[in-house]
């Protein structure tokens, strides 16, 4: 298999003869939170996929509604106007879920093209508006919003821009919040106000009446779990507001009870314009991504000439079977799994502080089942690793032979997005099979 794998399947991330001389990591089987790989070790899955599996592995009912739906009607264009009852069940059953008045459901296929209609969307509300030079967007340092071109362009990530001219010239970027390396200091009102001056001079720099959209993540998923001060989402949304900006909150984390919350923009107390989600809709069992778009925004296109102003759509859009996924995974996160991941989350944190003492543990941050700890040369200093991704690395390798399955991102950040589904047990072991891996990477 690993020979097949090296000789034909292409992994664009990783380094690719560094992948060629490693070998793929083969998984075959998994089951709740815990997965197996070829050679038949069990191993834990902190990490959910890749933060997806947010319901864990191998739930009959997900496996049943998929066949169902497979000998039903495996297939039924979302593109123009047709339907398919899972895809309409599942749309109104997430505006139930959604914050304020995001009752409109577009689906894509993942998330990166969910940012990329976002994009579509908020042309299509301004040229509805009759201001269709509101054109340009802003989204904040370290955000990840997809690799697709222009999800890559707003993804403020430098490694994915490289060679292709990226951002593209109607994007714009402010600073980090950052809290444990930010040049303002630790201070949280410091970050948000600096944060607000920033967004705000951007928007006069701009033009106020050129800005269509600002992005966020609620909390910074591939920039290393950034997790921003209390406050911070809502003064955003707030200098949004004053100027009439479309606010566009990407959940594809942080949504399905990632951080506690089904939503994290409920927990900020913000009803974005937009939001965007994947992951964790589907739990990773079928690809699915949805926009949401609020009462305002959905009605201002549906009435005005943004609609017929260009067209768009995928094939697989609103695809029968991953909504009849997306439907089985939501009765199991509503029957106990979204109560069982707020409790477990809060076990995950407490768990993970403790290691805040370990002489390799600079900072450890997060929220419910979302985290991270960064390792640090000099904790005072807060001296960054040498060779930043190689400890991480080996911490992640320590940690697979240890029976757990971890992020390593090359900051020298671990990060941890467990299934809710685990049990109490399993969460110990997570944070002990860490302090285990950090010890052995010390040694
Ligand atoms: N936005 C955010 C916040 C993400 O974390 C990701 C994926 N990690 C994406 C967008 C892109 O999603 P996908 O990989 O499904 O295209």
Redesign the pocket.
């Given at each position: 298999l690993i020979e097949l794998d090296r000789a034909h399947l292409v992994h664009p991330v990783a380094s690719w003869r560094g992948h060629e001389k490693t070998g793929a990591r083969m998984l075959v089987s998994a089951k709740g939170a815990t997965v197996t790989d070829a050679q038949g070790h069990q191993l834990l899955d902190g990490f959910a996929g890749?933060?997806c599996v947010n319901a864990g592995y191998g739930h009959e009912s997900v496996i049943e509604a998929a066949t169902k739906q497979l000998r039903e009607l495996p297939y039924a264009t979302g593109y123009f106007s047709l339907g398919s009852e899972p895809a309409a069940r599942l749309a109104a059953r997430l505006a139930e879920h959604a914050p304020g008045d995001l009752n409109h459901v577009y689906f894509t296929l993942?998330?990166?093209?969910?940012?990329d209609s976002t994009v579509r969307f908020a042309r299509y509300y301004w040229h509805s508006r009759g201001m269709a030079q509101r054109d340009q967007f802003i989204s904040v340092a370290n955000g990840?919003?997809?690799?697709s071109t222009v999800?890559a362009g707003l993804t403020a990530l430098p490694v994915f821009h490289a060679g292709f001219g990226m951002p593209l010239d109607w994007q714009h970027k402010i600073s980090s919040h950052y809290a444990y390396r930010n040049p303002v200091g630790t201070d949280p009102q410091a970050i948000i106000d600096a944060s607000v001056a920033e967004l705000r001079a951007k928007i006069e720099e701009i033009g106020p009446d050129r800005v269509a959209a600002f992005y966020i993540?609620p909390i910074q998923?591939?920039g290393g779990v950034i997790v921003p001060p209390k406050g911070w989402v809502s003064a955003m949304h707030a200098v949004c507001k004053e100027h009439d900006i479309l606010f566009v909150a990407?959940e594809?984390?942080t949504g399905f009870g990632r951080t506690g919350p089904v939503f994290a923009s409920i927990e900020e107390g913000i009803v974005p314009d937009m939001m965007?989600t994947?992951?964790g809709l589907t739990s990773g069992y079928v690809p699915m991504?949805a926009v949401f778009l609020s009462d305002g925004v959905y009605n201002t296109i549906a009435d005005g000439a943004g609609a017929a102003a260009v067209g768009h759509g995928y094939t697989y859009s609103a695809h029968p079977v991953s909504a009849a996924v997306g439907l089985a995974v939501l009765d199991l996160y509503e029957g106990g799994l979204f109560d069982n991941g707020v409790r477990m989350g809060q076990r995950l944190m407490a768990g993970l502080q403790s290691l805040q003492d370990h002489p390799l543990v600079g900072d450890v941050r997060g929220r419910g089942m979302l985290a991270a700890i960064e390792m640090v040369v000099d904790k005072d200093k807060k001296t960054p690793l040498p060779a930043a991704a190689a400890p991480a690395v080996r911490v992640f390798d320590r940690a697979w032979d240890n029976g757990l399955v971890v992020r390593a991102f090359a900051q020298g950040v671990i990060g941890y997005a467990p299934p809710l589904c685990c049990t109490e047990a399993e969460i110990d072991a997570i944070v002990e099979r860490t302090r285990l891996s950090l010890d052995q990477t010390l040694a």
């Open positions: 890749l933060w993942g998330g990166s093209d969910a940012v990840y919003h997809g690799s999800g993540e998923g591939s990407d594809v984390i965007t994947a992951k991504g």
